[in-house]
């Protein structure tokens, strides 16, 4: 089905290195966010794009990691340079707006791992 | 910070009958998603709701903002239904989304 695809489904790295992660989002949607998933914060807003524009981005997360939407149907996800406490899922969301109540669609996620 | 109380953790569930999962909200929430974890992990969506009831075939869920709470109703339940479970909610003022624990559902024979 045409849902939210993200890649890779795993991703392992080394302490120092710049990992990018990718996510199309539904066709047809206008916003997209990158979230953080873990075990012990829950899930984090990481960015928020509206017809490509960055609209919010966490805060805490500024100064390594980096999303971009270069265009309506493909937006990635840098980390750089990656730490261990970066390990966590890294989930991709979309929809058509939120204009008004809209609902979210996830990808499956990007499980990283910081060694 | 804001938090969701999802339960319960762990249901099971003979086919045919029927139990509804809840979460309560520590503060106001704008609104409500719940969700249902498939075979590859990806969040599928069940119901978004601002305010009020929906309700889509054998599911049915509530929203009550004023009173901080969501319900997911199942009934008549299916060898299908079996799953993980979430709700989310929205925080007011932020595009945060504020995620259950989970409920793992086993429906029996």
């Known amino acids: 089905d045409a849902g939210v695809t993200q890649t890779p489904r795993h991703e392992v790295a080394e302490k120092g290195q710049t990992i990018i992660l990718k996510c199309e989002p539904v066709?047809?949607?206008?916003?997209l966010f990158w979230y953080r998933q873990t075990k012990i914060q829950g899930l984090e807003l990481l960015s928020y794009?509206?017809?490509?524009?960055?609209?919010?981005d966490g805060g805490a997360f500024k100064d390594r990691f980096k999303a971009e939407m270069l265009n309506s149907s493909f937006s990635t996800l840098k980390i750089q340079p990656t730490e261990p406490k970066d390990s966590a899922v890294y989930l991709c969301?979309?929809?058509?707006?939120?204009?008004?109540?809209?609902?979210?669609?996830f990808g499956s996620g990007t499980r990283l791992t910081v060694l | 910070g804001d938090q969701v109380e999802q339960s319960p953790s762990a249901l099971s569930l003979h086919e045919g009958t029927g139990s509804a999962l809840r979460c309560n909200f520590t503060?106001?929430?704008?609104?409500v998603q719940w969700f249902r974890k498939n075979s590859r992990g990806s969040l599928i969506n069940l119901f978004y709701?601002?305010?009020g009831t929906k309700e889509n075939g054998r599911l049915k869920s509530a929203f009550d903002s004023k009173e901080r709470y969501s319900t997911l109703h199942i009934r008549d339940a299916q060898l299908e239904d079996s799953g993980t479970y979430f709700c989310a909610a929205e925080s007011s003022g932020s595009w945060q989304l504020i995620f259950g624990s989970g409920t793992q559902l086993t429906v029996m024979p």
């Open positions: 709701l601002a305010s």
């Open positions: 969301a979309s929809s058509f707006g939120r204009v008004d109540a809209e609902t979210l669609y």
């Open positions: 794009f509206r017809s490509k524009s960055l609209m919010e």
């Open positions: 503060t106001t929430m704008r609104a």
């Open positions: 066709s047809g949607h206008n916003d």
